[in-house]
C-alpha cells in the first residue's frame, strides 16, 4: 500500500521558471491537501480539494496554482517560480470527515530550491 | 483567522522526566491532531482529539482535549531518547456554515531533545 506519492523528491528551480509538483493517492481519499514548510517552522494550507473537480485555496495560495481531475490526483502548479517559494511541499489526503479517527496522511514531501 | 500556539518551542529533556507540551488554538473547532516529524521526513500521525475531555495515550505519549479552554496537551512520562523529534499539534478550521473539510492550522511545533 503506497499511500500518498510525491514526485520529484528534489528539484532546483531558477527564477522564472515553472514546475508541477505531482501527488498521487491510493487509498481512494476524498480530500487532498498541499501544504508548505518553511525551516523550522510548522506547515501552511496552499489549496485543498474535496473531490474530483472541486478545489479551494487555503491560507498561502498566491504564485500557485492545483487541479483536480481524478480521485487519485491533485498536482500543484508553480507558474513563476520565486525565492520565497523556497520550501517543503506537502501533500496529504484524507477520507470524508466525519468516518472515524482519521488523520491526514502526508507524502514524504518535494525539497525545491528556487535560485 | 484560527491561530495555533505551542509552548515551548524547545524542550531538552533527561531520559527518565516527564513532561508536556501545550496547545492553544484561538477559534471553534471539531478536531485536533498531534503529528510526530523526525529531521528531513514526513508527518506520522500520532493522535485524533474530537470531543471535549478526550484523552488518547499510546506508549509514553498521552494526548487530552478540552474544547471549553482551547486547549490541548501532549504529556510525555519517563522521556526516552526515541522520542527527540518535533512535535506538532494541528487544528481544523471551520468555515461560517460550520464545515471543517480537514483544513489544518499547524502550531509553530515543539522541538523535544531527550538526552541520556
Known amino acids: 500500500n503506497a499511500g500518498v506519492t510525491q514526485t520529484p523528491k528534489f528539484r532546483i528551480l531558477k527564477i522564472g521558471q515553472s514546475m508541477t509538483l505531482q501527488c498521487t493517492q491510493d487509498m481512494n481519499h476524498n480530500y487532498m491537501y498541499w501544504y508548505r514548510q518553511d525551516p523550522g517552522m510548522g506547515l501552511k494550507l496552499i489549496y485543498y480539494?474535496?473531490?474530483?473537480?472541486?478545489?479551494d485555496k487555503g491560507e498561502v495560495p498566491n504564485g500557485y496554482n492545483v487541479s483536480r481531475s481524478t480521485t487519485e490526483d491533485f498536482p500543484l502548479r508553480l507558474e513563476l517560480a520565486a525565492p520565497s517559494q523556497t520550501s517543503v511541499y506537502f501533500c496529504?489526503?484524507?477520507?470524508?470527515?466525519?468516518?472515524?479517527?482519521?488523520?491526514?496522511?502526508f507524502g514524504d514531501g518535494t525539497r525545491l530550491s528556487i535560485l | 483567522e484560527l491561530k495555533v500556539e505551542q509552548n515551548p518551542l524547545f524542550l531538552s529533556m533527561q531520559e527518565g522526566k516527564n513532561y508536556t507540551i501545550y496547545c492553544n488554538y484561538s477559534?471553534?473547532?471539531?478536531?485536533l491532531y498531534w503529528y510526530r516529524q523526525d529531521p528531513g521526513k514526513s508527518l506520522e500521525s500520532l493522535f485524533v482529539l474530537l470531543s471535549n475531555g478526550a484523552v488518547k495515550q499510546e506508549g509514553r505519549l498521552m494526548a487530552s482535549l478540552d474544547t471549553k479552554a482551547r486547549l490541548s496537551t501532549l504529556h510525555i512520562t519517563a522521556a526516552v531518547h526515541d522520542l527527540s523529534a518535533t512535535y506538532f499539534c494541528?487544528?481544523?478550521?471551520?468555515?461560517?456554515?460550520?464545515?471543517?473539510?480537514?483544513?489544518?492550522?499547524f502550531g509553530q511545533g515543539t522541538i523535544l531533545t531527550v538526552h541520556p
Open positions: 477559534t471553534t473547532s471539531d478536531r
Open positions: 496529504a489526503s484524507s477520507p470524508l470527515l466525519g468516518t472515524g479517527n482519521q488523520p491526514q496522511h
Open positions: 494541528a487544528v481544523a478550521g471551520v468555515n461560517a456554515g460550520g464545515t471543517s473539510y480537514g483544513k489544518l492550522t
Open positions: 480539494s474535496v473531490g474530483a473537480g472541486i478545489t
